[in-house]
């Protein structure tokens, strides 16, 4: 079992800057695949970013102003958000999975976090 608690969500302006961390417990951290994900209201769960080993995969809409990474040691993965527009608004989650195929398919992940809100103002 993998546990995931996320944290960092808050309201910012649009153009400002947030940081998500994302604390996992349960397996050796450093063998996880690890994912950010987002769902906005009325909207269907979408893919953020994901890092694997240290390779990392964004979708189109966060390249360039989302990065992610991880502190192996610190047993963390973190989202640095940066240039926020109001249509990053969503609960944000964490996801992690042993092995995975596609790393944009929530469907190969195992463990969820609760999710953290994120919300940027106009």
């Known amino acids: 079992q993998v546990q995931l608690v996320e944290s960092g969500g808050g309201l910012v302006q649009a153009g400002g800057s947030l940081r998500l961390s994302c604390a996992a417990s349960?397996?050796?951290?450093?063998?996880?695949?690890m994912g950010w994900f987002r769902q906005a209201p009325g909207k269907e769960r979408e893919f953020v970013a994901a890092i694997i080993a240290f390779s990392t995969y964004y979708a189109d809409s966060v390249k360039g102003r989302f990065t992610i990474s991880r502190d192996n040691a610190k047993n963390t993965v973190y989202l640095q958000m940066n240039s926020l527009k109001p249509e990053d608004t969503a609960v944000y989650y964490c996801?992690?999975?042993?092995?995975?195929?596609?790393?944009?398919?929530?469907?190969?992940?195992?463990?969820w976090g609760q999710g953290t809100q994120v919300t940027v103002s106009s």
């Open positions: 996801a992690a999975s042993v092995h995975l195929t596609t790393a944009s398919d929530g469907n190969e992940y195992n463990y």
């Open positions: 349960g397996r050796t951290f450093s063998r996880l695949i």
